[in-house]
Structures are given as C-alpha cells and as structure tokens.
C-alpha cells in the first residue's frame, strides 16, 4: 500500500505544481544536443542521401513558409468544426460502396480547395454549400446551407438512409491530419535542419494558435463517431488513437522552435505577448494539456503509443519532477488499463514470451513491439536500459521467428491480405538491436550507405544519429528461423521445409485470439510455398468498425481454413492446446485441439496435420487430418487462391444463385439472426452461419476420393479429398475484404450431418499437394480400418518414387495392421517405400511401427522438473525409463501442473547422471507479476490492482507461484483480474517481502516449477 500511496501522493503534488507554474522550466530544445544538431547540418550540407531523406520535409515546409500569417491562423479549424475520420459506411451518396474501391480514406481533401471532398471514383464534390462562408458567420448564416448536399459541419442526411454523411467533418479531420500537423512539424523540423528562422516562424503562428484552441478540442462532443455510434469515443482534435501521434509531432514542434521565441519580434508583436508569455502559452496550452489529456485517457493508443508521447512531451518540458514522475510511471504503474501498464508488469503479464504483444494479429501486435522499443531506446536518455529484459530482446527477433517462408507472416486476425502479409524488421529496430546485441543478424538489415557515407539515412531522426557500427566478422546464423517452429506461448506451429525459392510452410494456429482484432480461427491453417499463399487467410477485414462484413465473414470461422460446427462460428477466442510437434530433415507434424470454442457442443475437435516432402527439392505435400465430436452438423473448409479450380472424381451441380445461405438469401445478409437481419448497426456479436458471404454455391454428394486442382503459372495446388463416410460436398465463392470488389477465392466445404440423437462424429482427410511445374503424386487412398477406429486414419500416397504409408492416431497404444505386414502404434508415422517395394525413409513419433521384422521406435519421454533456473533459462529434468544417448536438440518439452500446460523447445540438453540440463532458449519463463496488495490467509486470496490476463491466455490452475525473493513456493488455483487465489496451506506472509528494495512486493507466477510433470514427444527417423 505504500507503494501506491506514493505514487499517488507523487502524481497529486504533481497535478498542482502543473497546474500553478508560474515560471516555465523549459529552456532550451531537449531531444536533440547541439553536436546532434551541428551533425545533422554538417550532413544534410554535404551528403546527398542525407537530403533525400528529408526532402518531402524541406518541401513541404518551403511550400508553407510561402503563406501568409493570416492564412496559416485562420486555416486552423476552431474546436466547433466536427472531425470524422470517415464520411459514411455507406461510401459516396452518388456512387455508394463502389468509393471503397481507393481504400477508406480515399476521399480527396485537397489543399486548394477548402472543406471540399472529391470522390476518388466518381469525382463528385461535396458538400454543395460554402462552409468557408459558413464558418465565417460563426456557423450561424443558414442561408447560405445552398445545394443539394449541404452540410453545417454536422453532415447531410440522405433521405431514406438513418446515419449522416459527413463531409465537413471528413474534411476537418483530415485537414488536420494531411496538411496542418505535418506542416507545423516539418517547418518545426526545417528549422532544425537548416537554423533558417523564417521556418520557425511559420511553426510558431501556427503552434500559437493551435495552442488557443487545443483546451477546449473535445473528441466526445465535436465528432462523427461519438455523435452516430459511440458516445464514449474520445480524444481531442482527432480520436484518442491517433492524437497519440498528433500530440508527439506537436510536442516535437514546440522542442524544435523553442530557441526561436526570443528572437521572433513579429510574432510577438502580432500576438501583443512577449517571449516568456508565448513560452508559458505553449507550454500550458500544449505540452502541460497533452499530460492532462494522457491522464483523461483522451490521449490514449494501443499499447507504447500514449508512453511515448508522455515521454517525448516530459523530456520536452525539461520540468525534472514530471520527467521523474513520467519515468516511474512508464515503468511502474500498474492497476489501470491494460495499455497503460508499467513496462516492468506489461512485458511479464501484456507480452507472449516469444516478444509480441497480447494481441492475435500480427499487423497489431508489432505496434506493441515498435512502441515498446522505441520507449527502451527514449528511456536510456533517462539512464534506464531494458534491453537485457528478455522480453524486450524477443521483440526485435519476432519477425525472423514468426517468418513463415520467405516474404510472408502468417496472416493472422486483422493483418495482411490474401496476397501479402510480412512484418519486416524496420532499419530502425535493426540498428537499435544491433547496437545492443550486436548479434550479425540484424546487420543486413541496416541500409546499405552510399559513397563511403558513415550511415544511410530512411528518416529525418537518422540524420542525427552517429555513424553505423562496424560490419560483424561473423556470418548471420539464420538456422533457426529455417526450421520447424512452435511458437508455444503465442499458440502458433509453424511447419517449414524447402530452401530458397522453394521455401514453403505451413502454419496451424491455436493460439488465444483475445486482446482484440483477433479471429475466430482457433485450429486454422495456412500454407505458403513457392513464394504464394497457397491456403490464404482473409486477413484485414474492408472495416474495423461497425459493418456486416467483420464479424459476418472476415473474422468470423466460415472464412478460414477450419472446421465450423453447427453453422455457427467459434463461441470464443480461448486458446487451444498443444499435443504434439515434431521435425525432422522431411517430415513435420503437429497435432492440437481447440475443445474449449464449442464448449458443451464439442467434445473432440483436434487437428493433425503433417507436411511431408518429397524427393524432388520443389515438391511436397500435406496431410491433414480434423477430428470432429459433438452437435449435429459440421463444415470443414479449406480455400484455394483463386477460382479457376478443375475438379477430377466429383460432379458439381451448376452454381446456383443468391449464397450458400439460401438462392432468396442477398449477399451479406444476416439472415439467420433476426436482430441483425434488418439492422443498420450492431453486427458485431453475430454467430450465425456466414453462409450469405459464400455466393454460387456448387454442390455434389460423394463418398469417393476426389481431386479440386488450381494452377498458376508454374505452381501447381491440388486437394485430394477422401472421405470417411457419404459427405455432401460443397464448391463456392468468397471474396476477401467481403466487398465483392476484390476478385473472389473457390472455397471447397466438406459438410458432415446427422438427423439422430448421437453427436455428430466426423473425421475429415484431405491431401494437399503442391509442386512446381508437374504434380508428382499419382494415387491417394485410404487403407480401410476397422469399423470402430475413426480415431485412427492410414492413408496410402503412391508418387513418381515409390509410395508413402501415412499413419495418424489419436490412440496411440492401440496397434493397427496395414496391408503388407505393416504394423502401427503411434500418434504419427510414415513409411517410404521405393518403386521396387524396398523400405527408404521412415519416421515415427509417439510409439512405433514395424514391418516384417523392421521396427522403429519412439517413445514418449516422461519425467518430472527438479529444479528451474529462470535466470539462465535453463530446467534440470528427471526423466523415467532407458533413455540411452538420445538426442534432445530441437524436441518439443511440455511441463504439465494442473490444469496448465506450456510449450518449449529443448534448445541445448546435456546429461548429468540421471538428470537432464535443458536450456529452453532466451525465452523469459515468467509469466505473471503482481504488485501485492492485501493477503487474506483464511481465504487464501491476495488482492492485486495488476491487470494480469493469465486466466484470460490460458488455462492457469496448477502454475507455480513465488514471492519476489523466489524463496517461497505455492501453487496457483486461479487468477481473476484484482484476486489471485493459491492451493495448499503454507502460509502467505513471505509474499509481502519487498525482495529489491524497490518499495513494492510483487508475486510471481511461472510458467513451470519444481515437480511439473515432463513430456517430450519421442521421435525417430530412419534412412536406409
Ligand atoms: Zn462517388
Ligand atoms: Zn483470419
């Protein structure tokens, strides 16, 4: 309690010396030192690239330091000129959704021509009136509202239609965004750049008179959004998320122009103030009401956005309390939202361990990690470096690791398209990362500088930064980030083979999608090869907002790659769970079930999935295998990447029209909600079918193996479906961004019901196969089983070599018999046989297989954790049973207590007697880190104001819980935001010991401890 009485008290003594200072502590610029500024001069005189760097800087500073005091006043809207950063979800009132062809933001709002939009597809104007003249008769003049679009600010309203459109507002908006704020930044950055004061002058008007306005910009009272959908929604001249940007450029532009108050007699004399009134005038109007916006929440973005600005803007005021206050707050704070949680909590509770943040699509979650390294590059400025925090290490790596092959991230939730999706290292990161660990990785990613120039430059901060390092001696290790992947803690496998062009991969994703722009696509697949998605994922819906198609179709299970049961999407966005992940130099599989999205429907709802290679370098295919328990009806799918699919073994019908939801059914619509149905808003929360966003549906009853086969170019991808009982099949289509504007994907469903009174059990199999140029797989079949055995599926691929025996289970101890005297008990086996019948290649995990007197085997390895040693990431296991001289390098290790269960890969093993030393990679293991609050012994409870999103990731009963000085142990039976709950009964006092001094006893929850159990998949590869 202390603790945060400090802070409290810190933050309200703060509040008043804000709010009363009568001198401002600003005295000079603060983010850069004159040998910065002196250095960038120097450059920008003399190197060539360093001007093309900041030419569209110097450019557009040159073009606004030609106009006019007055017009730079008076084109700065008043706070009484409503913003929208959209004019309508309906799109043009002439040409309708056609406009979203350009994007959303693809209205025109030129310069030239005040509060005017220009359609960028049918170039209509709007509105028809003169708002200039409008706004001169304070808004009050309705005479002069002429046209036939008129607009007062507040927006047209289209007979017939209930929501506005705004065109106004639109253009206020992004007049603010496209010309004012990077004009006051650039002219700010001009003056920097070159000292010529005419810039700093510009700067300062405008500053001068944004500053009269800033206190009274209201985002919940003066915006399109707050106004039509959401009254909540804040910020202040823009929405909360973007004045994060908003308030740092201006934060900059105030530091930049500082030096130049004294000197600017004309601005002094047009404003009637003098140098230190303009001073405290910026400083109280801008700087002091970005804080108190940053506190109201008004300043407020994803993760890293909002401390950014706070610091920028602490580091700007040059005020040491509030740098002081803004420092421990970055750091410490914890018991608010989650996105303003202090680093030391958000990297343990907010991150995955692999460096991402908690959010599901990676096109977000990389924000968290650009945010948090560029707060880790601010913070050194105050003598605070977190880059030996593993977390904060991870954060530069995750885009090598999460690489699915070259050029592609996987496209998971809102993020990338059905073409592209690849989250780069920006040069930015690379060289902040090779600074700090110097690690010959990230060196290539550094631009190459010209002319024996010391560095290359891509932003305008580059030109004030010292030389590059020195190139590395050592070549980039890359090995890592070229084999197989489990990504344990995001909840992602990543299956990889092939080397340079033929670099392919396939992921299947289990991971929990909470945390917001996340899909419901527990146990999806995607497969990327040959440079192509191949199964390509939807990715960024047309709208993150309030439309049909997002949760009708983008974000909703009909689009992916998974199966749907019920013909309604998942119920959650729980994470699943891993049972098995194992590679070898041919073979990867993986094996993971996700139950807990169909709760009280599904009891079985796993996927099995291996990509096995092929002799030639640039063929492979995929077995997949989806296992399905529970409700009456199932639709497994998968898509192709485009339409022009030729089907071999089947007869489709002619496509029909309307949608897969009915030939009455419109394209979109909710028709199997009667809330949504009819509705013009509220669609988020829609669980239904989706089955309106699949259009000239194809269908075909079948219980023989067929073939769908799709060619580009020299790519070829073929789906050979096998099923396991009579299937109504189904072919239609489907288009990304759910706007029929994009050419559409052939979606193949495989449709499973039952009209009795059992659950429905299904079991899909398909073969996917890909090569370049020509297909090398001649025959698939399934070996037919017992009756009783749809757990077990045994597949037959007969190619150009030889023939391959797949075996996949989910009983492993139970011994199959193949034709040919092949014998299987395993979760996962194949056999190649030549084309003289001879045995080639084998692998096996989770058992064995035999054939005649050949056998190989590959037992599960059980045992228990000894002793845990975070700091070196290392474990000291015991594990039961002959173990001989395996080799643990590379296997997957999973540590089970209760309930909770985590995923690592063994990185480095080394026996010592009995016991095994594993080191598990820089990963941290920590995964929980609680400020302690009240402890009540009789309950067993210890109150928290952290926000911990344990429970939230992953199932958490059984985690291994100790007090800061890791000197005490309990085990963990729940955690709920504020209340965490432990087992046993030694008492809990130790967990108030404030181990560091640091004034704050912290709890720490483990991802594993002392006596988890231990399994490590057994594998085992054979080559004649
Ligand atoms: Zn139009
Ligand atoms: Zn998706």
């Known amino acids: 309690m202390r603790v945060l009485l400090t802070i409290l008290v810190t933050a309200v003594c703060f509040g008043v010396a804000v709010g009363k200072v009568d001198t401002v502590p600003k005295k000079t610029i603060a983010l850069f030192t004159p040998e910065q500024i002196q250095r960038a001069r120097h450059r920008l005189a003399n190197e060539e690239p360093a001007r093309q760097a900041v030419q569209d800087i110097l450019k557009m500073a040159q073009q606004w330091a030609q106009f006019s005091d007055d017009y730079l006043r008076e084109t700065i809207p008043p706070p009484q000129v409503p913003r929208a950063f959209n004019i309508s979800f309906s799109g043009c009132p002439v040409c309708g959704r056609e406009t979203f062809k350009y994007g959303n933001y693809g209205f025109e709002t030129p310069l030239e021509k005040p509060w005017k939009v220009i359609c960028p597809n049918c170039k209509s104007e709007f509105p028809s009136n003169d708002f200039g003249a409008f706004l001169k008769s304070g808004m009050k003049d ?365 992921t299947l994703y289990y991971g929990w999608a909470g945390g917001g722009h996340g899909h419901y696509d527990r146990l999806n697949i995607e497969l990327f090869a040959f440079g192509k998605k191949l199964l390509p994922d939807l990715g960024y819906p047309q709208f993150a907002a309030d439309d049909p198609e997002p949760p009708g179709w983008t974000q909703h299970t009909v689009s992916h790659c998974t199966v749907m049961v019920d013909a309604q999407r998942q119920a959650n966005l729980a994470r699943g769970r891993l049972h098995r992940f194992a590679q070898s130099a041919w073979v990867q599989f993986v094996d993971a079930s996700a139950e807990s999205v169909y709760p009280d429907k599904a009891s079985l709802y796993r996927r099995q999935t291996a990509m096995i290679d092929l002799p030639n370098a640039d063929a492979f295919y995929v077995v997949d295998v989806f296992h399905v328990q529970g409700g009456r009806q199932h639709h497994y799918s998968l898509h192709l990447p485009g339409t022009e699919v030729v089907f071999h073994g089947i007869a489709f019908s002619e496509p029909r029209n309307g949608t897969l939801a009915g030939e009455q059914v419109p394209f979109g619509k909710m028709y199997d909600d009667p809330q949504r149905a009819n509705a013009a808003s509220g669609f988020h929360g829609y669980t239904g079918s989706g089955f309106a966003f699949l259009t000239d549906p194809q269908e075909a009853q079948s219980d023989r193996p067929w073939l769908a086969s799709w060619r580009q170019d020299d790519i070829r991808l073929r789906i050979h479906w096998l099923p396991t009982q009579r299937t109504r099949f189904i072919a239609c289509n489907g288009y990304p961004k759910g706007n029929r504007a994009n050419p559409p994907l052939k979606y193949l469903i495989a449709h499973t019901q039952t009209e009795g009174a059992e659950p429905l059990r299904s079991t899909f199999v398909t073969v996917i196969e890909a090569a370049r140029s020509r297909p090398l797989i001649r025959n698939v079949r399934l070996f037919p089983l017992a009756p009783d055995s749809a757990d077990t599926v045994a597949i037959e691929v007969s190619h150009r070599y030889g023939r391959d025996v797949v075996f996949l289970s989910l009983t492993p101890e139970k011994q199959t018999e193949l034709p040919d005297g092949i014998a299987c008990s395993a979760a996962f086996a194949v056999m190649r046989f030549d084309n003289e019948g001879k045995l080639g290649q084998a692998f096996v995990t989770g058992g064995e297989v035999s054939w005649g007197t050949w056998r190989l085997q590959a037992h599960d390895l059980q045992g228990n954790v000894e002793q845990v040693l975070p700091d070196k990431h290392e474990v000291v296991v015991n594990l039961r049973g002959n173990i001989g001289d395996e080799d643990l390098l590379h296997r997957l290790i999973l540590f089970r207590a209760g309930e909770h269960q985590a995923e690592y890969e063994i990185f480095r093993a080394g026996r010592e007697g009995k016991r095994w030393r594993l080191w598990l990679g820089d990963y941290e293991f920590l995964r929980g880190r609680a400020l302690v609050g009240g402890i009540d012994e009789a309950q067993r409870t210890v109150r928290t104001p952290t926000v911990l999103a344990l429970d939230a990731v992953a199932p958490v009963q059984g985690m291994a819980v100790s007090n800061e000085a890791r000197t005490a142990w309990w085990r963990l039976k729940s955690a709920r935001r504020g209340e965490v709950a432990l087992d046993g009964d030694a008492p809990l006092t130790p967990l108030s010991a404030d181990a560091d001094g640091d004034g704050r006893a912290v709890l720490l929850v483990w991802d594993f401890g002392t006596g988890d159990s231990v399994l490590i998949p057994g594998q085992a590869d054979y080559r004649r």
């Not at 915006?223 to 934060?251: D, H, M």
């Not at 995001?490 to 033929?502: P, S, V």
Request: hydrophobic letters at 35%; aromatic letters at 14%.
């Open 142 to 506: 309705r005479s002069l509202l002429t046209g036939d679009y008129p607009d007062d600010g507040w927006g047209w309203k289209k007979p017939g239609e209930e929501k506005k459109y705004w065109f106004v507002a639109y253009y206020c908006h992004w007049h603010w965004m496209r010309h004012i704020i990077p004009a006051v930044h650039n002219l700010a950055r001009a003056y920097l750049l070159t000292g010529d004061s005419r810039y700093a002058h510009k700067a300062l008007v405008m500053l001068c008179r944004i500053a009269d306005y800033y206190p009274d910009m209201d985002h919940n009272k003066q915006s399109r959004y707050a106004t039509e959908f959401q009254p909540s929604y804040t910020g202040k001249i823009v929405n909360a998320i973007w004045e994060t940007g908003v308030a740092t450029n201006l934060a900059e532009a105030v530091d930049f122009v500082w030096d130049a108050i004294d000197n600017d007699t004309e601005l002094q004399r047009a404003l009637g103030k003098d140098a230190e009134a303009i001073r405290q005038h910026l400083y109280r109007n801008l700087l002091m009401e970005f804080i108190k916006a940053i506190k109201e929440y008004r300043i407020s973005g994803n993760y890293g956005m909002h401390q950014k600005t706070l610091l920028t803007t602490a580091i700007v005021s040059q005020h040491p309390e509030l740098l002081k206050w803004c420092v421990d707050y970055i750091l410490n704070n914890t018991g608010d939202r989650y996105t303003h949680e202090g680093l030391q909590f958000a990297l343990v509770n907010l991150f995955f361990r692999e460096g991402m943040g908690h959010e599901s699509a990676p096109g977000y979650h990389f924000i968290w990690n650009q945010e948090v390294a560029r707060i880790c590059d601010y913070l050194l400025r105050a003598n605070v470096n977190l880059f030996g925090h593993p977390t904060v290490k991870r954060l530069f790596y995750y885009p090598f690791e999460m690489s699915a092959a070259k050029g592609f991230t996987p496209t998971i939730g809102d993020s990338g398209s059905v073409d592209i999706s690849r989250i780069d290292l920006p040069a930015w990161m690379a060289e902040i990362a090779y600074r700090q660990y110097g690690d010959p990785l990230f060196y290539p990613l550094l631009p190459k500088p010209q002319n024996n120039a010391g560095r290359a430059y891509t932003q305008f901060s580059d030109l004030f930064q010292p030389d590059f390092p020195p190139a590395p001696s050592a070549q980039p290790n890359t090995s890592r980030y070229e084999r197989s992947r489990l990504l344990g803690d995001y909840g992602l496998a990543i299956l990889r083979g092939g080397q340079g062009e033929n670099q392919r991969a396939l």
